[in-house]
């Protein structure tokens, strides 16, 4: 079993809606977790950031870790053309590097 | 502010050539890593740095090497290229992944693609 699983998808949404993007993982040792924003063709770049467990929001966006569950999710409300992209969640304990999902493709249509 | 910077942006080798990625970043990071990213596997990590002169390996290390000389630049060889080393290659750097509430960003460059005939 891979550490990070998280569902390719492609998953395609109408303009507004909400979107769920869930991840994995098996290390219960994980501290950080982190979703990844990549639109085609460029490096990935930082979304949202979450030291242990518990909800974060940034905007139309919301971070959540279950670490009882290893299971971590990210929320898109209103969701936007300009939200397609791959989103892939990332997580590590202290004194690591980050391990990655494989991405899920999201595509929102207007 | 340059980021995280990759040299080149697009290389094509044939089999059995050698080549050096270049990655250099000015944000006195700490920690530097090399994935890889292939379609339907994700991120993989390489080789990764936690600081100048140390290296480590990651989760697919064969047929590559790396140096971290100094501490800006982390450079990934590969000593004779494969068809199977085919795939884009991401360079990151972070202020480290360490201590309890530090922030454990990766910063990315923009990818090299290459490819292996």
């Known amino acids: 079993q891979k550490e990070v699983e998280q569902d390719p998808g492609p998953l395609s949404v109408p303009e507004g809606a909400i979107v769920s993007l869930n991840c994995t993982y098996s290390n219960s040792a994980f501290q950080y977790f982190m979703w990844y924003r990549q639109y085609s063709r460029k490096g990935p770049e930082l979304l949202m950031y979450?030291?242990?467990?518990g909800n974060k929001e940034d905007g139309r966006f919301t971070a959540q870790v279950d670490k009882s569950s290893k299971y971590i999710s990210l929320f898109i409300r209103d969701s936007q053309p300009s939200d397609s992209a791959t989103y892939l969640c990332a997580m590590n304990q202290a004194g690591t590097a980050l391990i990655f999902g494989k991405g899920t493709t999201l595509s929102v249509s207007s | 502010n340059a980021g995280v910077t990759q040299t080149p942006k697009f290389r094509v080798l044939k089999t059995g050539q050698s080549m050096t990625l270049l990655c250099a970043q000015d944000?006195?990071?700490?920690?530097m890593y090399w994935y890889r990213q292939d379609p339907g596997m994700g991120l993989r990590l390489i080789h990764y740095s936690v600081g100048e002169g140390t290296t480590a390996k990651g989760e697919v290390p064969d047929g590559y090497n790396v140096s971290r000389l100094k501490k800006q630049n982390f450079l990934l060889g590969l000593e004779s290229a494969a068809p199977s080393q085919t795939s884009v290659y991401f360079c990151?750097?972070?202020?480290?992944?360490?201590?309890?509430?530090?922030?454990?960003?990766?910063?990315f460059g923009q990818g090299t693609r290459l490819t292996v005939v």
């Open positions: 979450t030291y242990s467990s």
């Open positions: 944000m006195n990071h700490e920690y």
């Open positions: 990151a750097s972070s202020y480290s992944s360490g201590a309890a509430g530090m922030n454990t960003e990766a910063f």
